[in-house]
């Protein structure tokens, strides 16, 4: 059983920047998948990033690329996203997910077996 926390999540001004971080435990980190996905009120869950075991792979959803980066640290159980030139279209409770490793590239939430609790970001305009 993996249990994962989110943090650094907050309010942030149109263009700047966050780095959220998704602490992992209970289970052998570096044979997990992680993905980083968002939910806004009202509407579905949506993906935003996935990252490989070994982190040779990274993917990302076309309304982030080239604002956001996935990375992990193995050694420290740890995955991070860093988010600049935020949007407002950006405001979403982030969670992090984890899956057991499969080789390919994973997005659909129904892939991860567990998930976060969220953190909240805001981005004002």
């Known amino acids: 059983q993996v249990e994962l926390v989110e943090s650094g999540g907050g309010l942030v001004q149109a263009g700047g920047s966050l780095r959220l971080s998704c602490a992992a435990s209970g289970g052998t980190f570096s044979s997990y998948d992680m993905g980083w996905f968002r939910q806004a009120p009202g509407k579905e869950r949506e993906f935003v990033t996935f990252i490989s075991w070994t982190g040779a792979k990274t993917y990302y959803t076309d309304s982030v690329k080239g604002r956001f980066t996935i990375s992990r640290d193995n050694a420290v159980n740890m995955v991070y996203l860093q988010m600049k030139s935020l949007k407002p279209e950006d405001t979403a409770l982030y969670y992090c997910?984890?899956?057991?490793?499969?080789?390919?590239?994973?997005?659909?939430?129904?892939?991860?077996?567990?998930w976060g609790q969220g953190t909240q970001v805001t981005v004002s305009s």
């Open positions: 997910a984890a899956r057991v490793a499969g080789g390919g590239y994973y997005s659909r939430a129904r892939e991860y077996d567990y």
